[in-house]
């Protein structure tokens, strides 16, 4: 199913049930999985693999070179897992040797209309960015983060899992797991309480976070104290570990 209209270099490989729309570009070097489907005008350039069942749509730019004024045209990737969405005027761009060399998205994801993903990011799985959200380079966005519309994440940040941010959200620094962010520069506002309801967590596990970010944000202790608190509390409650590690692990520091 590819439109007369399409243009497909020779060096692509793509399943046989793939659908591609009018005047869409598959470049050099890009690989699409069972299933995809390519909507007029997008553009994907390789080297790319695209995940079964990927939708693009309409006027999506996938696979571009990275903005970075070190790139000298290095063979870099984008790696793309199964069944996400990526809507119009999306752009994501592949790696630079710099870093890790490629770009990665997970699988699930939604990247809605005008996101953008930088050169070196890596997304997880079931991965939400509102209208116009847009990721610096080498930013990591773990699992089940929803980032709200015109949010803005700093390079080189990391985005915890199970995270929220509201619209129009500047993020410059770390945000821990479980979290709900918001603001210019965006500063914590409680935990994610309503979307970890929604993944079916125990209401003691939500308590136990609700406990965990008085300690590090409402308490007044020194970082390393909190911490100590909270690895009492993930005795009980495992899921804390995953924030201690994160904070502890911070390279850039965590929203204060």
Excluded at 27 to 33: K, M, Q, S
Excluded at 123 to 139: K, M, R
Excluded at 224 to 249: H, M, N, S, W, Y
């Amino acid at each position: 199913m590819i439109h007369s209209s399409a243009i497909v270099d020779p060096s692509a490989r793509l399943a046989a049930d793939v659908e591609i729309g009018p005047f869409a570009v598959i470049g050099a070097d890009v690989e699409l999985g069972a299933g995809c489907n390519i909507g007029p005008h997008a553009v994907l350039r390789g080297p790319a693999s695209i995940g079964a069942g990927t939708r693009v749509f309409q006027f999506a730019s996938v696979g571009e070179d990275p903005q970075d004024k070190k790139y000298a045209g290095e063979r870099t990737w984008l790696r793309v897992g199964e069944r996400n969405v990526i809507r119009e005027f999306a752009t994501v761009h592949r790696g630079t040797a710099q870093d890790k060399g490629e770009t990665r998205i997970g699988d699930d994801n939604l990247l809605m209309a005008y996101t953008h993903v930088a050169h070196d990011c890596i997304i997880g799985n079931n991965v939400i960015l509102a209208n116009a959200a847009s990721l610096g380079g080498h930013v990591e966005v773990q699992d089940w983060v929803i980032l709200g519309g015109f949010s803005i994440v700093h390079q080189f940040c990391q985005i915890g899992a199970h995270s929220f941010s509201g619209m129009g959200s500047v993020i410059g620094k770390d945000v821990p797991p479980f979290l709900t962010v918001s603001g210019h520069p965006a500063v914590p506002r409680g935990i994610n309480a309503e979307g970890l309801r929604r993944r079916a967590f125990p209401a003691e596990t939500i308590a136990a976070l609700r406990r965990a970010y008085r300690y590090l944000y409402l308490s007044n202790l020194k970082l390393a104290d909190a911490l100590d608190q909270i690895r009492e509390l993930a005795k009980t409650a495992p899921e804390l570990g995953r924030l201690v590690d994160f904070v502890a692990d911070s390279n850039r520091s965590i929203v204060r």
